[in-house]
């Protein structure tokens, strides 16, 4: 069936540099998605939401692209920090529900 | 904190035991959702409530799995016969649904079980 998916498991970066993670979707039909960071012990923090009548939103230090016509959201986060450091899910709208796709590691290195 | 409680945090039972857990969303949320998260996954659909109306259920809601909103404003979970493979993060979510624009779940803080 049709689901959300990550290009990679895990990411590494330096602090103060940008951090971008990326989810391929499949479900053409999807008008809804959202960036979670879930940090260890913890539930899904809501980040950024973009609906599919826009290509960018930005928020503080994140910011969403989407780009429909290959079926890419990516998140960006400017000036990592070692609190940036969690697994972050995108998740899109399915009917009524959200389907998360496995999630990325992302790991800030002092 | 988002807002949405999830009481216990942590349950440890036997197998073959049951369990409840609890979940009060945001208080104006007419819509309430349990996951369920295995280590090293996303979150997985399990049910969904529109105020007290059970409106939805995924196929991983076997029949040893109950949920109930009475009022439509806090929700229990329960499990019937606890097995091993059910030992996982149940995570609640609410969202207030107004005319048709969607809007985000804001999650719990989960309730990690153990089944031994």
């Known amino acids: 069936g049709e689901s959300v998916g990550l290009h990679l498991p895990t990411l590494s970066v330096q602090e103060g540099d940008n951090s971008i993670i990326n989810c391929a979707y499949s479900?053409?039909?999807?008008?809804?998605f959202i960036w979670y960071k879930q940090e260890s012990g913890k539930g899904p923090q809501f980040i950024i939401d973009i609906r599919s009548n826009m290509d960018k939103r930005q928020g503080q230090r994140v910011t969403v692209l989407l780009n429909k016509t290959v079926k890419h959201l990516s998140l960006q986060i400017a000036a990592t920090q070692p609190g940036d450091s969690a697994v972050y899910f995108c998740?899109?709208?399915?009917?009524?529900?959200?389907?998360f796709g496995p999630g990325t590691r992302l790991s800030v290195l002092p | 904190d988002t807002g949405v409680s999830q009481d216990p945090r942590h349950k440890i039972t036997k197998r073959g035991q049951n369990v409840t857990f609890r979940c009060d969303p945001i208080s104006e949320h007419n819509r309430l959702y349990w996951y369920r998260q295995t280590l090293g996954q996303g979150p997985e659909f399990l049910t969904y409530f529109q105020n007290e109306a059970q409106l939805e259920k995924s196929r991983l809601l076997s029949d040893r799995f109950s949920a109930e909103r009475p009022k439509g404003s806090f929700s229990t979970l329960e499990i019937q016969r606890t097995e091993q493979g059910d030992s996982a993060m149940y995570l609640c979510a609410s969202r207030l649904i107004a005319g048709t624009a969607n809007t985000e779940a804001f999650f719990g803080q989960g309730t990690r079980l153990t089944v031994v």
């Open positions: 998740a899109e709208i399915e009917g009524q529900n959200f389907v």
């Open positions: 479900n053409s039909a999807s008008d809804y």
